[in-house]
């Protein structure tokens, strides 16, 4: 059962990286077009606010990814030293942390999106855009790295207490780790 969850998240961060990737991609286009209006004499003008929000947004929801592609970047040097159940103890206390610290900051990022809600603020730029259009995908992109560390977390620890320790392994452990001579 826990393989078939970690199948579907999988499934589900794909779809939302191409999504991701289209709109880093539209965005790179954007400015490339103004860069070349800037040599003709013309410019859209907000190109970089509007990258660095586009960036932030797909950080954000990018990272549930790079988790589940296990492309995030860990210290394993006692790690790589341990027996199977000692590298199962060292993935469960990482993914631990990373959910406890991905958890902590999507709480974090809720009282910035309330208070532009509130506030109905809009950025201190030309464009004045609202921040809600900007924040809400970001904290989203949080919330879903938060669900999809648990989620991850529960079945990694149901395969380890099941003595499915590959399994657990190719959940939450290191990519491209080789063993030492």
Same mark, same amino acid.
């Given at each position: $059962? /826990? /393989?078939?969850? &970690?199948?579907?998240?999988?499934?589900?961060?794909?779809?939302?990286?191409?999504?991701?990737? !289209?709109? %880093?991609?539209?965005?790179?286009?954007?400015?490339?077009?103004?860069? +070349?209006?800037?040599?003709?004499?013309?410019? +859209?003008?907000?190109?970089?606010?509007?990258?660095?929000?586009? $960036?932030?947004?797909?950080?954000?929801?990018?990272?549930?990814?790079? =988790?589940?592609?296990?492309?995030?970047?860990?210290?394993?040097? &006692?790690?790589?030293? #341990?027996?199977?159940?000692?590298?199962?103890?060292?993935?469960?206390?990482? &993914?631990? $942390? $990373?959910?406890?610290?991905?958890? =902590? !900051?999507?709480?974090?990022?809720?009282?910035?999106?309330?208070?532009?809600?509130?506030? #109905?603020?809009?950025?201190?730029?030309?464009?004045?855009?609202?921040?809600?259009?900007?924040?809400?995908?970001?904290? %989203?992109?949080?919330?879903?790295?938060? +669900?999809?560390?648990?989620?991850?977390?529960?079945?990694?620890?149901?395969?380890?207490?099941?003595?499915?320790?590959?399994?657990? /392994?190719?959940?939450?452990?290191? +990519?491209?780790?080789? /063993?030492?001579?």
């Amino acid at each position: $059962m /826990e /393989e078939n969850v &970690m199948v579907t998240l999988r499934k589900w961060n794909r779809w939302i990286a191409i999504g991701a990737g !289209i709109v %880093l991609l539209g965005c790179a286009i954007i400015v490339l077009l103004d860069i +070349f209006l800037r040599r003709v004499g013309s410019s +859209f003008g907000g190109t970089d606010e509007i990258s660095g929000y586009v $960036m932030a947004i797909a950080t954000a929801w990018g990272m549930a990814f790079t =988790l589940l592609e296990l492309g995030h970047v860990r210290i394993d040097v &006692m790690r790589a030293r #341990s027996g199977q159940t000692g590298r199962s103890v060292f993935d469960l206390f990482a &993914m631990t $942390m $990373m959910a406890v610290t991905v958890t =902590l !900051i999507a709480i974090k990022c809720w009282p910035v999106l309330s208070r532009s809600i509130i506030n #109905s603020s809009r950025s201190n730029t030309p464009l004045e855009i609202p921040l809600i259009l900007v924040q809400t995908p970001w904290f %989203l992109g949080w919330v879903w790295f938060a +669900f999809v560390s648990w989620v991850t977390l529960i079945c990694a620890t149901s395969m380890v207490l099941r003595g499915n320790f590959e399994s657990s /392994e190719a959940a939450i452990g290191c +990519f491209g780790e080789k /063993e030492p001579t």
